[in-house]
């Protein structure tokens, strides 16, 4: 197939200064989680962009100086020669398929606690150090030496990054992580020089920093500056019509304009609070402001919105993060007219959990993401198909889903039983809860390439038992059977049941999805910190109950901080009327109510309610599993060389980890034994010489 003529705009060579892009496609900096630790995984990763077609490629923040970083995350860094050939590696794999590399300097300001190297934290004036984690750490004023200084910093890693191979640098200065953006606020520059008060003055470091980055580096390499789109901090934040001033002051001095948005949590948005091209009206007109190209973001996934997007003249590049992520390939996608292939951002923000929880990403989309060099894992080439020849997956929720479509995609052939009348097990029902109808992405995306291959069967209202497995013959079965919410309360909190009055209607978000609606006042007890409780509380106040959430936690929906959207939800909760009990646990479950417990001083209280939803924990539904392995002395009678659980049905989590589980399962399928040695490769620290 070949392009459709419509998107050739997107694949028009663009100039960013003394560079040229080869089309629009800009994968804009995002971090992984891998950072310093993982470099050779973080480079992999990038290289299966260039491969799948982005024109721009970019690092994560790469911190540029020991004297701001933002420890304990996990970013990349450029203190000094050592780290060159770090990046090189990097940028060396994005160039293997004509990308510009690109590579975003950061000096974090008052982000940056230092806990690693101990040195005193920065900024344009003094005050406490504003990061995720409330350090009880205060920046100091800089003087101008300290700016002197910075300058010389910032050069010296401009020579660095040319050296290193990069085609641009970015400066970063948005999302409140950029000393940029702490100079050009009022709300964190404070000061009554050259470099405070107006405009002009507050934008002069970054007039500075631009101009001999040009100086040094710029007859080769492009440079370009992010700013926030609207700090979102009140009448003293830098504003969109501040913005707007800054970029018509300084239209020609970056070669390129970066645009994010807010914080990181605003630029990041959950697709259950932004749609997308949710930016637009932040960006719609500073085109006119610069002739220089503008780069923005909206979790693009749709080739018809990201021409609309450049045809309006809103942007020059569309920038990606997520959506690129979720599929390296889509430009060569929508090159090759393969648009149903594109493999959707859901908008979940479990990449972001990789950085937030200083782990490794993950994608509920694309399993592969950060195994490229890891475990040899291609987003769009499977392994070879091994010696045996037949697979029964059994459960067609997220898990088992993708084990058919690897497998499928290795040759196999595959019968996929399903015992409902519907694919995509859980997501059947959650994708129609509140605002989570993007989620359902993960199963269409799914079920679209499995009705492309010949070799794979799909049997629905097919709940099978251990006799009929055991009497179908296939050499593989992979058991995918999903889980179940648990009943008597037992999660975190509580890790034996609590006892239930039968009196007291009891429901699981299980019976919610099935349609049982309770009415009157009804408690919510979320021991589960996810977003489930939150959804259930919303979607039981719009159906006209008097809701309260009650958790043990210190927050609603706790866990989602680390997906940036835990302020929203709770939020939410507070304009829809929801009362939220913090710190409590549900003790017992009343004829009349339920019996509280402070968490801290284990003080009693009593609330009257005429319903109980107990958003607890997940049971893995392995009764099969359980009987088949407890017949394993049956396999090879009846033909089967392995049974294996998976998923939710092995160990019940988010969805990223079912659509990782049948991916892995797929990959690893008549694999070789490796013993006690591990499934994946690792870098280790250099021992340095004493």
């Known amino acids: ?96 398929y004509d990308a510009l590399a690109g590579l975003e300097l950061t000096y974090s300001g008052i982000n940056g606690p230092n806990l690693y190297t101990k040195e005193v934290p920065r900024g344009p004036s003094a005050g406490p150090i504003l990061t995720f984690t409330s350090d009880p750490v205060s920046a100091r004023a800089m003087d101008k030496q300290d700016i002197k200084d910075l300058r010389r910093w910032y050069r010296n890693a401009f020579i660095r990054s040319k050296e290193a191979g990069y085609d641009l640098v970015c400066l970063y200065g948005a999302h409140g992580f950029g000393i940029i953006q702490h100079f050009l606020s009022r709300a964190t520059n404070h000061r009554t020089d050259e470099y405070g008060g107006s405009l002009e003055n507050r934008s002069r470091l970054m007039r500075e920093l631009i101009e001999e980055g040009k100086d040094a580096v710029g007859d080769t390499v492009g440079i370009s500056v992010r700013l926030s789109l609207n700090e979102i901090l009140g009448e003293h934040g830098f504003s969109n019509a501040e913005l707007r001033d800054c970029i018509e002051m300084n239209a020609e001095v970056p070669d390129l304009w970066d645009l994010a948005h807010g914080s990181w949590e605003d630029c990041s948005e959950t697709s259950r ?29 749709s080739p018809d919105l990201m021409v609309k997007q450049v045809k309006s003249g809103v942007l020059d590049f569309i920038g990606a993060a997520r959506p690129s992520i979720a599929d390296p390939f889509i430009p060569r996608k929508i ?96 994708r129609l809860l509140p605002n989570l109808s993007a989620w359902g992405r993960v199963v269409d995306y799914r079920v679209g390439q499995i009705q492309k291959m010949p070799n794979v069967e799909v049997y629905l209202d097919s709940k099978l038992s251990a006799d009929e497995v055991l009497e179908f013959g296939f050499e593989n079965v992979a058991i995918a059977t999903g889980s179940s919410w648990r009943r008597d309360g037992v999660a975190r909190y509580h890790l034996h049941p609590i006892a239930i009055d039968t009196k007291m209607p009891a429901y699981t978000p299980d019976d919610i999805m099935d349609g049982k609606i309770p009415s009157g006042r009804i408690v919510i007890y979320d021991d589960d910190h996810y977003y489930m409780g939150g959804i259930m509380a919303e979607l039981l106040t719009e159906k006209g109950c008097d809701v309260v959430l009650v958790t043990p936690a210190v927050k609603v929906s706790e866990w989602t901080d680390f997906t940036l959207e835990q302020h929203r939800i709770q939020k939410k909760l507070m304009d829809l009327g929801v009362e939220i009990h913090l710190n409590k646990a549900v003790k017992e479950v009343t004829a009349e109510g339920v019996s509280l417990e402070c968490t801290y001083t284990g003080a009693l209280s009593d609330l009257n309610v005429d319903a109980v939803v107990l958003v607890t924990a997940r049971d893995g539904n392995d009764d099969l599993w359980q009987e088949l392995k ?15 659980c998976f998923g939710d049905a092995e160990s019940p989590a988010p969805i990223a980890w079912a659509t990782y589980a049948g991916h892995r399962y797929a990959r690893e399928l008549d694999g070789e034994e490796i013993g006690d040695d591990l499934p994946f490769r690792r870098e280790i620290t250099e021992l340095a010489p004493d």
């Open 630 to 644: 407890a017949r394993e002395s049956e396999w090879e009678a009846a033909g089967i060389k392995s049974i294996k």
């Open 1 to 96: 197939m070949s392009r459709d003529p419509r998107y050739d705009i997107l694949f028009e060579p663009m100039d960013i200064g003394p560079v040229t892009a080869k089309n629009r496609f800009f994968q804009v900096p995002h971090c992984n989680g891998g950072g310093y630790r993982d470099p050779s995984a973080a480079a992999q990763m990038r290289n299966s962009k260039a491969e799948g077609g982005w024109g721009v490629i970019f690092t994560e923040q790469v911190e540029m100086h020991h004297t701001s970083e933002i420890t304990p995350f996990i970013e990349l860094r450029l203190w000094d020669d050592k780290d060159i050939p770090m990046l090189a590696k990097m940028a060396d794999q994005i160039h293997e």
């Open 335 to 430: 090159d090759e007219g393969r648009i149903e292939d594109i493999r959707e951002c859901i908008g979940c923000n479990i990449c972001v959990t990789g950085d937030t929880t200083m782990s490794i990403s993950r994608c509920t989309q694309n399993p592969t993401f950060m195994e490229e060099w890891r475990k040899g894992w291609h987003p769009e080439r499977m392994n070879e198909k091994g010696e045996s020849d037949s697979v029964l997956v059994i459960g067609a929720g997220p898990a088992g889903l993708e084990a058919t479509r690897a497998l499928g995609e290795r040759g196999y052939q595959v019968a996929l039983a399903e015992g409902s009348t519907e694919l995509g097990g859980r997501l059947v029902k959650e």
């Open 273 to 301: 609070f932004g749609e997308e091209g949710a930016q637009q009206p932040l960006v719609q007109g500073i085109k006119a402001l610069t002739p220089k190209p503008v780069v923005g973001v909206g979790r693009f996934t």
